[in-house]
């Protein structure tokens, strides 16, 4: 079992691009949620992604958005990059029978120049 | 609004004592907490949780002790090991199953 995988690990990019973020899933989830991670500080809730819907969202702009596959991976997609942006975006994984217990994967680490 | 806080950055011990963090919530609708392990360059690492209708659950090495009446719980480490250095993290959830973290605890055990 390959557990949650996020791609790429790394990224560097400029103000006002664009990016895409990836994430599997840990084999026998279906609900994907997205954190983002500020030096020092804890994950951040972006918003949760369950039967290709977005089910709850976390105080970001419109600038983040996402989506969800059939196969239960999801996108994390951010418009308009500022500096601000740049953290460590984590993806967590989980089934609804057992929310307790949500597995993350390793991260993407935004740069943002 | 900050709902999980922990308010100890960092803390040290000595290999084979109790390692003690602690973690305080504002939000009386949490009935989940968990505790993540986090290195440097992983994600966070789920450790233990505790539903709110019970005051403490054990694993192994690790109890969670939960005060509903004070909104307070702690993790305890026993006994502490060089491996267990790295940054923790106190999350809560209610039924919508997002987690709010604390701004974690840097564990650090001294041989």
């Known amino acids: 079992d390959a557990g949650v995988t996020q791609s790429p690990t790394h990224l560097i990019k400029t103000r006002g691009q664009q990016v895409t973020l990836r994430c599997s899933p840990k084999?026998?989830?279906?609900?994907v949620s997205w954190y983002q991670q500020a030096l020092g500080q804890g994950p951040q809730f972006i918003f949760q992604?369950?039967?290709?819907?977005?089910?709850q969202r976390g105080n970001f702009p419109d600038r983040f958005s996402g989506h969800q596959f059939p196969n239960y991976s999801s996108e994390l997609n951010v418009n308009a990059l500022l500096l601000g942006d740049s953290a460590l975006y984590l993806c967590?994984?989980?089934?609804?029978?057992?929310?307790?217990?949500?597995?993350f994967g390793p991260g993407t680490r935004l740069t943002v120049l | 609004d900050q709902q999980v806080k922990q308010n100890s950055p960092s803390l040290s011990v000595q290999e084979g004592r109790i390692s003690i963090l602690n973690c305080d919530y504002t939000?009386?609708?949490?009935?989940?907490f968990l505790w993540y392990k986090k290195y440097p360059a992983e994600g966070p690492t789920f450790l233990i949780s505790?539903?709110?209708?019970?005051d403490k659950n054990e694993d192994g090495r690790f109890t969670v002790f939960l005060n509903k009446s004070a909104k307070h719980l702690s993790l305890h480490i026993v006994p502490s090991q060089p491996g267990d250095s790295a940054v923790y993290f106190c999350?809560?959830?209610?039924?919508?199953?997002?987690?709010?973290f604390g701004a974690g605890t840097t564990v650090t055990v001294r041989a």
């Open positions: 967590a994984s989980f089934g609804l029978a057992v929310h307790n217990e949500q597995f």
């Open positions: 084999s026998g989830h279906d609900t």
């Open positions: 992604y369950y039967e290709e819907e977005e089910r």
């Open positions: 939000n009386s609708m949490f009935d989940y």
């Open positions: 505790i539903s709110s209708i019970k």
């Open positions: 999350a809560a959830s209610s039924n919508d199953y997002k987690l709010s």
